[in-house]
């Protein structure tokens, strides 16, 4: 089995219950923020959505400077557009893993802020870390806000408190 095949039935996986979150975020709560130092609830959303996005980042580039490429910060205006943004991204990124052969996956790949390198892995090592890690760990916040906004958190790896 090939490394992309073997990620893909893993991503698959934890997106359908990303996707699962993401329709459960509220759209007149997104302005809501547990703390002044947290992301608002819709930007978490969006961070969440644009995520996959660095799946193509790293399947076409040999690194990334955040120093001169700068992050992601979109915020998306509703429940609807955040879920199509995700459907999106998710869908190109699919496509670029399932095209991406063994070798290419093995390659390094980069993080850095101008000089400091923050970390060099194996591009698969980065799908799972730097991709789906961060965003299994985001869905995780997500759903303590869901909690918190009184809508209902889906069932992930078992039941939730609102759903068998």
Request: no cysteine; hydrophobic share 40%; glycine share 8%.
């Amino acid at each position: 089995m090939s490394l992309s095949s073997s990620f893909l039935g893993e991503l698959d996986h934890e997106m359908a219950n990303t996707r699962k979150a993401l329709e459960r975020v509220p759209t007149d709560k997104l302005a809501w923020q547990p703390h002044a130092k947290s992301m608002t609830l819709g930007r978490l959303a969006s961070h969440i959505a644009e995520m996959p996005i660095w799946v193509n980042r790293t399947l076409q580039m040999a690194e990334y400077d955040f120093a001169s490429g700068g992050f992601l910060r979109t915020n998306l205006g509703s429940t609807q557009e955040i879920v199509e943004a995700f459907d999106k991204n998710l869908a190109g990124a699919r496509e670029a893993i399932a095209g991406a052969g063994d070798d290419a996956l093995r390659e390094k790949w980069t993080l850095r802020r101008g000089d400091q390198v923050v970390f060099s892995l194996p591009r698969i090592a980065v799908l799972r870390s730097m991709v789906l890690n961060h965003i299994i760990h985001h869905r995780g916040q997500l759903t303590v806000y869901l909690r918190l906004n009184d809508a209902p958190v889906p069932a992930l790896y078992g039941p939730s408190a609102d759903e068998g």
